[in-house]
């Protein structure tokens, strides 16, 4: 019995598409999907697997097939028939990428969106400073009758990167004053590139900001709520946070693969993104914007766990930049006096400052 090519054509595509959609699903190109943006994204990918795969597999199969089929016989040197044009299989095949590709635009800004990165009020959210609006010719009248007033809250991670640069071994290696855009650029604002809230958490603060600032070639991490500042950064699980960057020589990017979100770090610029960590584990920021010979180098660990565990590692933080605000002081000692100098140990020896007293007449 023969079969008919149109089954053949029906039991192939069926094929294919099985084989596709399995492939698309089950690649293992990705690492571990750690936040809920890396799910979203996560599905768009697969998506375009599977019709890559599916793409392929047509294309190569039809390949092969004709090679076979039709490879010139023994003693068969005649030329092939002289096939010129098909209008229907050409407007097939422009029609049918045009809708992939329409298709998976549509479903990328979809993604996008879900994980904010249309925040309308991304660009409010970060005013204008006096700083700027002095520094650009014509942009007083504008400043003047903008309803959005001039930030005057205090901007740690501009402050902490400023206090870097004003290090004088840190400014000179860095070569602070040949960097122009750090000189006049303004503390916060101008269009900065954002993924914020998505539209699901409108109208809710992130339940934790760290600020994150990227310099050749190192990020330091500051919790602005406790004030620490740390090489690595601890974020606890199932809560929302939402990283402020910025960057002190030149651009740096903030990329963890397991969250499946990169966003630039600018100098003179406060850039944000925000995400939900989902799944405990112990992953790595990346630099992912060619930042000097060392770029390659510049990765910091981070850590998502329990919320018992972080706050268990915050407090320790806090003791930990105490203890060395201490140490500083002890280590002169020739401004102190002998008895300022002694009290840290006289008092753990139940020692009064009166008794010391006696003792020195
Ligand atoms: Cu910093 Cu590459």
Known sequence: MKIPSSIWTLLIGIVLTLVSLW???NHGLLPTAASDEAVLVDGLFNAMMIISTGIFLIVEGVLIYAAIKYRRRPGDDKDGPPVEGNVPLEILWTAIPAIIVIGISVYSFEVYNDIGGFDPHAIHEAPITQNMSMNMPGAAIAATLNDTPPSTEPNLNQQKSDEAMQDPATAAVRNADQIPQKQNAPGVGVVSPTIGRSP???????????????????????????????????????????????????????????????????????????????????????????CGPYHGAMRAPIVVEKQEAFDKWLQEQQVASRETLNQAVALNPADLSPNEFLAPYTKDMGIQPEMLHQIHK
């Open 23 to 25: 492939y698309g699903q």
């Open 200 to 290: 699901e958490k409108a109208g809710q603060s992130p339940a934790l900001a760290i600020n994150v600032t990227g310099l050749q070639y190192a990020w330091i991490f500051t919790y602005p709520e406790t004030g620490i500042t740390t090489g690595e950064m601890h974020v606890p699980i199932g809560r929302e946070v939402q990283i402020n960057m910025t960057a002190n020589d030149v651009i740096h990017a903030f990329w963890v693969p397991e969250f499946r979100l990169k966003q630039d770090a600018i100098p003179g610029r406060q850039s944000e993104i925000r995400f939900t960590p989902n799944k405990e584990g112990d992953y790595a920021l990346i630099c992912a914007e060619l």
